[in-house]
């Protein structure tokens, strides 16, 4: 809402904070009281606590009434607790998806101005679904713009990150630039260095952010993609294999054969992109002449690139230790200056995942004998490893070092051996049947994870594949695939996949 004069406002000015645990909702609340007592306003904060399993999502409902505007006999506004849906002039989200929540409230209508953060944080029910349970951020973008009166995006948290702070400010920022609140930028600038809330990094924060809001539109503010996706992007491919995707690879699925090569020289080395370009190659050449689409180079360059990146003890370890997630996890915490953070990592290790981290024939020996095996069964079991500590640290830094000899290890043995046969399925089923063969290839999505996650993915895949051994040459094959990989998906323990094998 633009800034209404004085003698017109006759109800109070209303805004809710949709944020998340961390991410310093409060203190955006308390630095908009700041500012509007500052510019000679009435104003009172609420919060009200929610479940969404996302970090104790927060809203914050704020309403704030100019003292100038008060009646002759200086009667004061009595103030709502809670945010009523259909009454809320401007909506500010930390996160996309909050938007769409808020939205869902009833909160965001078309005398709404919404601003959002563009990136996302993925809700626990989004990251424990079995496929992709990642929601559309489009969507939600859509019907932003579709009812509220005014929106605006950006990326909040990139903006915070670069310069040295937290979303809080760039929140406080994008208040500011929007125009929607009738404050002047001096009462926010002041808010910040009176709170001594790391003063000199939230204001170039709330600077960024304020000149990004007030050149934003609905209709301008592209999609942006997060800091993860921007490292990828930036991530060293060396120009011989940018030649051979370019020369080799359909230009459909080139942008996906560039992310599995990223994936594949952080993951090992850049040995290990031109084996997994090797294996793309090869099922490129079983495209159609002419054909519209690559449907099958493209779902095999997803799926080999996370196949051959499996999560391994050596995997894990190395993502534990690494300084972005370090800085994640800082971020998450927001601690004070000066303020020691101490982490501990609880890893619960298999037989299994040990001995897959041997050798191929100790690996074996041990899994096979049974003196060995109960031996090995002590190192199982819950354990809690301080990364803060130097000695915890060393651990971690020391089996994520074994990845130089990943490939003489049991597990490597083992996943190499799954991944040849599924290209080797795929290979003899394209040319006679290529609708299986794409279904086929999309089942990898199956073989995920770590530890009893992975292994009952994997069963279910090779559930799959047993039986499409007696289905190949039916014109039914490909749809009872996808109906098969779809059941698999629908729960972790195979009930649904287990009915649809048995029905038919």
């Known amino acids: 809402m633009s800034a209404l004069p004085i003698a017109a406002i006759t109800r109070p000015i209303t805004l809710t904070i949709a944020a998340l645990g ?9 630095w908009l009281i700041h500012v509007a007592r500052r510019a000679g306003y009435l104003a009172q904060a609420t919060s009200v606590p929610g479940v969404a399993q996302r970090t104790g999502a927060t809203i914050y409902y704020l309403e704030f009434f100019p003292l100038a505007g008060l009646p002759a006999d200086k009667s004061r506004p009595i103030f709502a ?16 998806m909050e938007a769409g929540r808020a939205m869902q409230r009833g909160l965001v209508t078309a005398r709404t101005t919404l601003i959002a953060s ?47 702070s937290v979303i809080s400010a760039a929140m406080l920022g994008a208040l500011c630039g929007s125009g929607a609140l009738p404050f002047a930028v001096e009462h926010y600038v002041e808010a910040i260095r009176t709170s001594g809330i790391e003063a000199a990094s939230s204001t170039r924060a709330f600077e960024a952010a304020r000149r990004a809001a007030a050149e934003s539109s ?31 690879i359909p230009a459909a699925a080139q942008d996906l054969a560039r992310q599995g090569v990223r994936r ?3 993951y090992q080395d850049v040995a290990y992109a031109s084996l997994y370009l090797d294996r793309l190659d090869s099922v490129a050449a079983l495209e159609h002449v002419g054909s519209a689409g690559v449907a099958l180079t493209e779902s095999v360059a997803r799926g080999l690139a996370l196949w051959m990146s499996f999560e391994d003890t050596i995997r894990v370890a190395d993502l534990k230790i690494r300084t972005a997630r370090s800085k994640r996890v800082l971020q998450e915490v927001g601690p004070s200056t000066g303020q020691l953070v101490q982490v501990t990592e609880f890893m619960k290790p298999r037989v299994e995942e040990i001995c897959g981290t041997l050798p191929v024939g100790l690996g074996t020996w041990i899994l096979r004998s049974k003196t060995p095996r109960r031996w090995i069964t002590r190192l199982t079991g ?14 971690l830094y020391w089996l994520a070092g074994l990845r130089r000899w990943r490939r003489k290890t049991l597990r490597y043995s083992q996943e190499q051996m799954h991944i ?23 089942c990898q999505q199956l073989v995920k994870g770590y530890g009893e996650t992975h292994e009952r993915g994997t069963l279910s895949f090779d559930a799959i594949l047993a039986d499409v051994q007696g289905r190949q040459g039916r ?4 749809d009872r695939v996808r109906a098969l990989r779809v059941a698999a998906l629908a729960d972790d323990q195979g009930i649904a996949l287990s009915r649809v094998l048995t029905a038919a």
Do not use: C
């Open 264 to 266: 594949m020289i952080d």
């Open 382 to 395: 819950g354990r809690q490893i301080a990364t803060s500590s130097i000695g915890g640290f060393l651990q």
């Open 118 to 164: 563009s990136h996302r944080i993925y809700a626990i029910q989004e990251k424990s679904h079995m496929g992709d349970g990642r929601a559309d951020s489009s969507q939600v973008r859509a019907l932003a713009r579709e009812q509220a009166k005014r929106y605006i995006e950006f990326d909040m948290q990139a903006m915070a990150e670069a310069n040295g």
């Open 475 to 478: 014109p039914d094959a490909a």
């Open 420 to 442: 040849v046969h599924w290209l080797q399925l795929i290979g003899r089923l394209a040319p006679e049947d290529y609708a299986l063969a794409v279904e086929i290839a999309d």
């Open 81 to 96: 607790l809670m945010p009523n849906p259909g009454d809320v002039d401007v909506v500010i989200a930390s996160e996309i």
């Open 22 to 30: 961390g991410q310093g909702g409060g203190v955006v609340s308390d």
């Open 218 to 248: 609905a209709a301008a503010a592209p999609p942006t993609v997060s800091p993860t996706e921007r490292t990828a992007t930036r991530a060293f491919i060396p120009a011989f294999l940018k030649e051979r995707i370019r020369a080799r």
